[in-house]
């Protein structure tokens, strides 16, 4: 089959890896895809994730057989929806289910409808509401834009003033939602859903902060380990019967069947696992530390079959720009990937070929990936594999994989 990964990102980049490993994929292309992507199959320029009348008629023209979106834009833009309309099979959720996480407001009504633990919240459209709300409770606020905002669109502070101020920066582009802080350890736990059932991935934990110790800004994700031992037992299978089953059962009966990869944030409280979020999309560092461990073939995992995965470890190393996430310093060649041995994985992110030189040309800009019998040997090959690639001013996190 030929297969078409829409997408740029690392997270992409280990998809369409996995994905032309499989001895039933013959092609793979991607959209707009990136130096990593180019060297597993034909590129598709000149396209935007959005425009998804385009990559429906591209995939056509193509004879495209499986169309795979990794990232959530292009999702909450309908891509599904255009190109199965083309009878192209997608993976992926539906414009309409893609909301579970395009809107944070329509996620907690499926929630509060599926009887799912999640903190308590309310949806406001006026400033005025908003003030009269958090003049009634103290701290910590959480303030959250309803759509999608790359991550960027979430406050949490003790300051009722900065809270308002966040809501009236974010009210413009659409609801505001205010909910009760959650206390405890994060966790993401991923579901494989299919027209078979829903089956789970294997947990991996993320660093969001920039620096050592979680210290600095949130990031996109500076790196991510799996297994997760540390899990409270059962936590996955707990997830699975009182999370993700009770949400598809409440998207189907609203006419909105979910598809896809969906992703649930939680937090471990004293009262058990609530759910912060839903992504409808794979996570990325996480995709990164995750596919390298799954032992049989991604498409039949798409189509139902259960995964399987190997008892090694994986230790997922993000390599960012100077300057990120505020302002990154594109251009620079990277050096030393020619010395990075076999066995650890790159995946590219933001990066751009320039005849035979790849320069930086994103926040985050590669994923260094080891994988070993135990968590300390997947650390060590992936921070060696670090201390191989140099570009001027690249940063990383040193305590990435480190078990406490
Ligand atoms: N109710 C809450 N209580 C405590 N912390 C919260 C709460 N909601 C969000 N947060 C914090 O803010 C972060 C981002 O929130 P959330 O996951 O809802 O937003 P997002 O922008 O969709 O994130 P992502 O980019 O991971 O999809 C969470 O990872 C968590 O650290
Ligand atoms: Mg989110």
Redesign the pocket.
């Known amino acids: 089959m030929k297969v078409l990964v829409v997408g740029n990102g690392a997270r992409e980049h280990a998809l369409g890896w996995k994905l032309a490993a499989s001895p039933r994929v013959h092609e793979l292309m991607s959209l707009p895809g990136n130096p990593g992507l180019a060297e597993l199959g034909p590129v598709v320029e000149g396209i935007s994730v959005t425009d998804v009348g385009a990559i429906a008629a591209m995939a056509r023209v193509q004879l495209v057989d499986l169309v795979v979106v990794g990232p959530?834009v292009p999702l909450a833009a309908g891509v599904v929806d255009a190109v199965a309309a083309l009878g192209i099979p997608t993976f992926g959720p539906s414009r309409a289910a893609a909301r579970l996480?395009s809107s944070?407001g329509f996620a907690k009504e499926i929630m509060a409808r599926a009887g799912v633990a999640?903190?308590l919240?309310e949806t406001f459209h006026a400033i005025d509401a908003v003030m009269e709300h958090l003049s009634t409770r103290e701290g910590?606020y959480?303030v959250?834009?309803d759509g999608?905002?790359?991550?960027?669109?979430?406050?949490?502070t003790d300051d009722r003033a900065e809270a308002a101020s966040w809501a009236s920066r974010w009210l413009p582009e659409g609801p505001i939602v205010i909910?009760?802080?959650?206390?405890g350890p994060?966790v993401?736990v991923f579901a494989v859903c299919t027209e078979a059932g829903a089956v789970p991935l294997e947990p991996a934990r993320d660093y969001?902060r920039l620096l050592d110790g979680d210290e600095g800004p949130?990031t996109?994700?500076m790196g991510s380990y799996s297994p997760v031992d540390d899990l409270p037992a059962g936590l996955v299978e707990e997830t699975m019967s009182t999370v993700i089953e009770p949400t598809l059962a409440a998207m189907s009966e609203a006419g909105q069947p979910f598809l896809g990869f969906l992703?649930a944030?939680l937090?471990l409280t004293g009262q058990g696992p609530?759910v912060?979020?839903f992504?409808v999309r794979l996570?990325d560092p996480e995709t990164q530390a995750i596919l390298p461990r799954l032992e049989n073939d991604l498409v039949d995992v798409l189509e139902g079959k259960t995964p399987e995965w190997s008892d090694t470890a994986s230790v997922n190393v993000v390599l960012a720009a100077e300057g990120y996430p505020e302002g990154p310093v594109k251009g620079s060649v990277i050096d030393g990937l020619a010395e990075v041995p076999g066995d650890v994985h790159v995946f590219h992110a933001g990066t751009r070929r320039d005849r035979r030189r790849i320069l930086v040309d994103g926040g985050r800009v590669l994923s260094l990936v080891g994988v070993g019998d135990t968590m300390d040997l997947a650390r060590d090959r992936a921070y060696a594999a670090a201390g191989m690639v140099h570009w001027p001013g690249m940063q990383y996190r040193t305590d990435v994989g480190l078990q406490s």
């Not at 999608?148 to 949490?156: E, M, N, Q, S």
Request: glycine fraction near 16%; avoid cysteine.
């Open positions: 959530e996480e944070k999640t903190a919240s910590p959480v959250k834009a999608l905002a790359a991550g960027k669109g979430v406050l949490v909910e009760e802080f959650l206390d994060e993401s969001k949130n996109g994700g992703y944030g937090v609530k912060l979020e992504n996570g």
